[in-house]
């Protein structure tokens, strides 16, 4: 166990539907990121926070939106969704302010869209 | 860095012999470099690292070897098990930028 919690695990969904995806770090940890990994593909960056501010952006998609709350939770909203959105997406955390140490995983939030 | 190319993508070995994932990376200033291994269905998981100013680094069955002049780095396992099978990930990452950057990903298969 990570300590890293990531809901909900599994979601099905159609075409053109918002939905939210959440994210709670380990006990302490400031920083929060997000990937996206499509089936048998890699792990695709898509942002950064870092207690509560937004640090860097990978390929985040403009229907794709995301926060860190004063608590520290993250939330990833994916909006106006399409088939090619269906994936495996991963919060993962860290306890340092820059990125030179280990990412903590959770498991998973799997996305289908029909 | 930026960009983390990651060779190759899938590699099948004998149990027993050893195996090699070779990644390179574009930002001269990359001064993290860690290794992931996700096991099917799992998580990722960091299994090794190595800071820029370290030429190798090495834990039981598996090192890590860096050449900061052809920027490029190296995870070597050796005397495979079955339980090696996984997709391991390198990344690249550098201090004052926030951006972890993962390779395209090595699926490594050891035959018994």
């Known amino acids: 166990d990570s300590g890293v919690t990531q809901t909900p695990k599994h979601l099905i969904t159609a075409t053109g539907q918002r939905v939210t995806l959440r994210c709670s770090p380990r006990s302490g940890d400031l920083s929060v990121y997000w990937y996206q990994q499509s089936l048998d593909q890699g792990l695709q960056f898509l942002i950064q926070y870092y207690n509560g501010e937004e640090r860097a952006k990978g390929n985040i998609l403009e229907r794709f939106s995301a926060q860190q709350f004063p608590d520290l939770h993250s939330e990833l909203n994916l909006s106006s969704l399409e088939l090619g959105d269906s994936a495996l997406y991963f919060c993962a955390s860290s306890s340092k302010a820059t990125i030179t140490g280990e990412l903590f995983f959770g498991e998973g939030s799997r996305l289908t869209v029909l | ?112």
Request: proline share 4%.
């Open chain 2, 1 to 112: 860095g930026e960009n983390v190319e990651q060779h190759p993508s899938t590699l099948s070995v004998q149990e027993g012999d050893s195996a090699v994932i070779k990644c390179t990376y574009s930002d001269s200033a990359s001064n993290y470099f860690p290794w992931y291994k996700q096991e099917l269905g799992k998580r990722p998981q960091l299994i090794i690292d190595i800071r820029s100013n370290v030429g190798e680094k090495k834990d039981q069955r598996i090192a890590v070897t860096l050449n900061k002049t052809a920027k490029h780095f190296s995870l070597h396992i050796t005397e495979t098990q079955p339980e090696d099978s996984a997709v391991y990930f390198c990344a690249a990452t550098t201090s004052g930028t926030y951006k972890y950057i993962f390779g395209t990903g090595t699926r490594l298969k050891v035959l018994a």
